[in-house]
Every structure is written in structure tokens, then in C-alpha cells.
């Protein structure tokens, strides 16, 4: 698998507070995802980024902002938590060729 | 991308062959199969994926039918770790932008049975 790593692995915290959590890969790979996922809804795609400073939003953006300063790193910002943001938090790399993902361990974040 | 159709929960004996089905039936030309898992509480794995020919890796092997709308997952010899939720899933490769974005259905629960 794609050395992935996700930080924090577990968060608890409360209503209104910024949250950022961390995607760090050493793959070289050009796109990065951030999922979350939900029982009932599966993975839903929250942002992603086809390279350093190009990133776009997915299906469930509001709430959610993100940056890429390096290709090994891509941060996810819950700019103001709100309870309906917890959840597990994926984060996904892709290479250019066959189109698979590799996904990271996840982050389990409470928002109280 | 392609509607797909899986059981919903499937038991295979430890030592056996695991055989996942997939029926895909309005999948077109440019689409390709892929397959994930996801075991409890870890991020989704990518296992295989192919177009028309069957395929085999390290983990399992693909069979395509001939008219491509159905899929068999196999896993050769099933050990307790492979427990997990296996997911089909129909796509264009080399999709740009959002529709990278994988879409994963409820997917087939396999439960290893010592």
C-alpha cells in the first residue's frame, strides 16, 4: 500500500472550534482526496487536489476547506466545527496511471 | 459510472475459495471493474481492477464474462483477515476532477468462518 499516514488518529472537541487534520504521503502521487464517511451515506468525496495549490471541492465541501503547499502533504480545515461534522475522515491517493486510490488509516473526529 | 449489484452478506470456510459476484449489466465500453474492501474500523484496500480480460494479483484474481455485464471476485484461500466488505465498483478511467471521486455502494459483507 501507498505509505499513508493521518494526524490526528482520534480528535474530540467542541462546537465552534477550528479543527485541521493532516494527510501525509511518500508516494509521489499526484492527487490527493478527502473523504468522509457515515453510516447510511458511504464515502462521500469532501475536497480534492490534482497537484501543489490545485484543489477543488467535492460533494460535501460546505464546512471544509483545504490546502496543498506540498505534494506530500494535504491538510483538511474544518474552519468552524459544527456536531454534524463527525465522522471518519479518509484521506486518498492516486497516481495518474490505472486510477486506483490508496487510502490512509482514517481519523475518527467527535465534535461535542 | 455504472449501477452494480452484489449480495449482501456471503460465508466462506477458512482454506477455501472465497467467490464474490458483481453483476453490472449496463456497464459500457470504456468502463472498467474495479474491486476494494474495506475491513472494520480501517481505510478502504485496493485489490484489482480490470477491463475485459481476467486478471490476477497477489491478493485475487478478476473474472470478466464475456459480455462484461457480470464479475467474479475470487479469493484463492480465504484466511479470518479477509473479513471484510468488499465493494464493485464500475468506472471510466482516467476521469478528471471530481469524477476521480469513487463511489462505494453497500458492497458484499464476507465473513471467513474458521
Known amino acids: 500500500d501507498a505509505g499513508i499516514t493521518q494526524s490526528p488518529r482520534h480528535k474530540v472537541t467542541e462546537t465552534g472550534t477550528p479543527v485541521t487534520l493532516r494527510c501525509h504521503q511518500t508516494?509521489?502521487?499526484?492527487?490527493m482526496y478527502w473523504y468522509r464517511q457515515d453510516p447510511g451515506h458511504g464515502l462521500r468525496l469532501i475536497h480534492y487536489s490534482y497537484g501543489v495549490k490545485d484543489t477543488d471541492k467535492g460533494e460535501v465541501s460546505d464546512g471544509y476547506s483545504v490546502s496543498r503547499s506540498k505534494t506530500e502533504d494535504f491538510l483538511l480545515t474544518l474552519e468552524s466545527a459544527t456536531s454534524s461534522q463527525t465522522s471518519v475522515y479518509f484521506c486518498?491517493?492516486?497516481?495518474?496511471?490505472?486510477?486506483?486510490?490508496?487510502f490512509g488509516p482514517g481519523t475518527r473526529l467527535t465534535v461535542l | 459510472d455504472a449501477k452494480t449489484t452484489q449480495p449482501t452478506s456471503m460465508d466462506c470456510a477458512e482454506g477455501r475459495a472465497a467467490n464474490l459476484p458483481c453483476n453490472h449489466s449496463t456497464i459500457s465500453g470504456n468502463e472498467y471493474v474495479y474491486w476494494y474492501r474495506q475491513i472494520h474500523s480501517q481505510g478502504p484496500q485496493y485489490i484489482i481492477h480490470?477491463?475485459?480480460n481476467n486478471e490476477t494479483n497477489e491478493m485475487a484474481s478478476l473474472i470478466i464474462t464475456e459480455d462484461r455485464k457480470s464479475s467474479t471476485l475470487i479469493l484463492p484461500h480465504a484466511t479470518l483477515r479477509d473479513t471484510a466488505v468488499y465493494y464493485c465498483i464500475v468506472r471510466v478511467a482516467g476521469s478528471s476532477g471530481s469524477a476521480r471521486q469513487l463511489t462505494f455502494g453497500s458492497g458484499t459483507q464476507l465473513t471467513v468462518l474458521p
Open positions: 508516494e509521489n502521487h499526484r492527487y
Open positions: 486518498a491517493t492516486g497516481g495518474q496511471g490505472p486510477d486506483t486510490q490508496y
Open positions: 480490470g477491463l475485459k
